[in-house]
T-cell receptor, first 114, second 110 residues
């Protein structure tokens, strides 16, 4: 597609439920990144994919968070047993060359845990 | 570790120039970026500069890099109300994730 597509755009879930967030990067972009932006905060790095492998998972805040990427394209970020502190906007970005010329961001998924 | 710092708020009058400042700590940073985020939207790449440059101009935007002081600035000439947004500074080395500052909220007053 023309840009990075994320779905859903908004998600409200009950505490304790699992959620799955999807990112569809720009076609041909080999690198894909997940960030989290909490209200009034900067961007917190979560995980980075080069192709289907994740060389850097250092930002995942707990073992409730996992991510995968298949076919070098779509990625899903899964949060198990959601907590209220997981409420944030989850942003996905992709780049052609590993980020040297910056990323293209999606519009994000706003997750609210009630 | 890496750290990128920005002041949180800046207000300017319409038509004036805005200067948004950023400092970073990682001397091995090779690429530095400015992103703009409007309410409810993702981040839009405005411009970037390589660490071997000290200035880059792109229409109303001027980026200055002082590598010795690890200081990056973004100047917006003739600031308009449509420039009101949060501006993020970010840095990276090749093939690594971007490290972002906390963002500067620019408010343009009529």
């Amino acid at each position: 597609g023309a840009g990075v597509s994320q779905s859903p755009s908004n998600k409200v879930t009950e505490k304790g439920k699992d959620v799955e967030l999807r990112c569809d990067p720009i076609s041909g972009h080999t690198a894909l990144y997940w960030y989290r932006q909490s209200l009034g905060q900067g961007l917190e790095f979560l995980i980075y994919f080069q192709g289907n492998s994740a060389p850097d998972k250092s930002g995942l805040p707990s073992d409730r968070f996992s991510a995968e990427r298949t076919g070098g394209s779509v990625s899903t970020l899964t949060i198990q047993r959601t907590q209220q502190e997981d409420s944030a906007v989850y942003l996905c970005a992709s780049s052609l060359d590993g980020g040297n010329y910056g990323y293209t961001f999606g519009s994000g998924t706003r997750l609210t845990v009630v | 570790g890496e750290d990128v710092e920005q002041s949180l708020f800046l207000s300017v009058r319409e038509g004036d120039s805005s200067v948004i400042n950023c400092t970073y700590t990682d001397s091995s940073s090779t690429y530095l970026y400015w992103y703009k985020q409007e309410p409810g939207a993702g981040l839009q790449l405005l411009t970037y500069i390589f660490s071997n440059m000290d200035m880059k101009q792109d229409q109303r935007l001027t980026v200055l890099l002082n590598k010795k002081d690890k200081h990056l600035s973004l100047r917006i000439a003739d600031t308009q109300t449509g420039d009101s947004a949060i501006y993020f500074c970010a840095e990276t080395m090749k093939m690594r994730q971007l490290t972002f500052g906390s963002g500067t909220q620019l408010t343009v007053l009529p």
